[in-house]
């Protein structure tokens, strides 16, 4: 066999140690770990270097791509000791001429001490990314902000430094530096610290699902290349302007990013799809303190999965059929009960359960623009829940 050069045996041992070292160094290094290790190997081609650890790397390239795409289908086991990740939206800060998407600072405050209280942790972005797939035994917190509004910056975010609290922060890139947003210089001060991350929000922030493809995937890669002008980066987390998208849109995403979030009510656990994130929106009418001191005793309801994948209806699709298919492990199934706005109002839905399946029977179709269903299971463990939301045409 042949020996390997000194170089060959440099590149194996990078590759032993890239998904460690990638993830560790900086968020630059998180975000390019696979541009990285890809364009290494076709350096190497490029100049002809067609050694053992080339065809390594070639490999290695395949399988952690194709890992990557199939995680969710290859991975996915139950865990009963998983508390989750609660999700939290937020937008604007004491602008009361916004009541749906505004939240007064200091019942904001309140939320960050009723946290505390219950000792949950708050989760850094980076933690998220790297312990993903780990089961969490302690309940963990991830702040969120969309749309990067100047009350943010003037009101939230001192708070928020101050205390070191880690959060994501969700730009679109056409809005920023025009009346009522933040403008590069502030969000690149608010990125430099180590618990504050950016995500991607679109460029235009319009109605996505509006769109057809081509127009759709231009939007985001006009976001994509402003953020790579602006900070250096394209982040690795993305969120759907108004929750909404089309399949087609969310596998346009999934090729871009790692990490999408929806604006559907539920708790991530480590089987939940990576592009399909629940979040609670949290505003002046469902920010009050005793539901807000609810949702944060949530529990994930864990499933294998959820059909249809396709969230956008028409008027063939509509109402769905819709089936969730549980873990054998999971337990009191016979407690579930969903809920769905069929029809323009909300109510008790018809549902089945034939062994760890569940059949939502909706009688009525979903009425323009959203259409949303609610499960929850109360066990010995507290209240564990699940959401989706559905785009009519």
């Known amino acids: 066999m042949k020996i390997l050069s000194i170089s060959d045996r440099s590149v194996l041992f990078f590759l032993r140690k890239s998904k460690r070292s990638f993830i560790n160094l900086s968020k630059f290094s998180l975000l390019f770990e696979r541009v990285v290790v890809y364009n290494l190997f076709f350096v190497m081609i490029k100049k002809k270097i067609f050694s053992f650890a080339a065809s390594i790397i070639k490999f290695f390239i395949f399988f952690f791509i194709l890992s990557n795409t199939y995680a969710d289908n290859t991975n996915k086991k139950y865990y009963h000791s998983e508390q989750g990740i609660l999700s939290l939206m937020y937008h604007r800060f004491n602008e009361n001429n916004y009541p749906s998407t505004n939240i007064d600072m200091e019942i904001f405050k309140k939320h960050i001490e009723i946290i505390k209280n219950h000792n949950f942790q708050f989760i850094n972005p980076k933690d998220f990314v790297d312990n993903f797939e780990k089961a969490k035994e302690g309940k963990k917190i991830l702040l969120t902000i969309d749309d990067a509004f100047s009350s943010f910056y003037q009101n939230a975010w001192p708070y928020l430094k101050k205390n ?125 303190l005793e539901r807000f001191n609810f949702l944060t005793k949530l529990l994930p309801l864990q499933y294998k999965n959820l059909i249809p994948e396709e969230k956008f209806l028409n008027d063939v699709n509509n109402p769905p059929n819709i089936v969730i298919n549980f873990f054998e492990n999971q337990k009191n199934l016979e407690k579930i009960n969903c809920f769905s706005n069929e029809g323009g109002q909300w109510k008790k839905a018809s549902i089945n359960i034939y062994k760890n399946r569940l059949s939502i029977n909706l009688k009525e179709k979903f009425k323009p623009r959203r259409g949303r269903i609610n499960c929850s299971l109360k066990d010995d463990d507290g209240w564990r829940w699940l959401g989706t939301q559905f785009i009519v045409k």
């Open 164 to 288: 070191k609290i880690p959060f994501i922060l969700f730009v679109s890139t056409e809005p920023v530096g025009k009346n009522g947003y933040m403008n590069w210089d502030e969000i690149k001060n608010v990125e430099k610290e180590n618990f504050a991350y950016i995500g991607n929000h679109s460029h235009s922030h319009e109605y996505l699902v509006k769109y057809d493809f081509q127009n759709f995937s231009s939007d985001i890669n006009k976001s994509i290349k402003i953020f790579n002008k602006e900070i250096g980066y394209n982040p690795i987390f993305f969120s759907y302007p108004f929750g909404e998208y089309k399949l087609k849109q969310k596998n346009f995403i999934r090729n871009n990013f790692e990490y999408a979030f929806g604006q559907h009510s539920g708790v991530i656990d480590l089987n939940k799809d990576k592009f399909e994130l629940p979040r609670f929106p949290i505003n002046e009418k469902y920010g009050d």
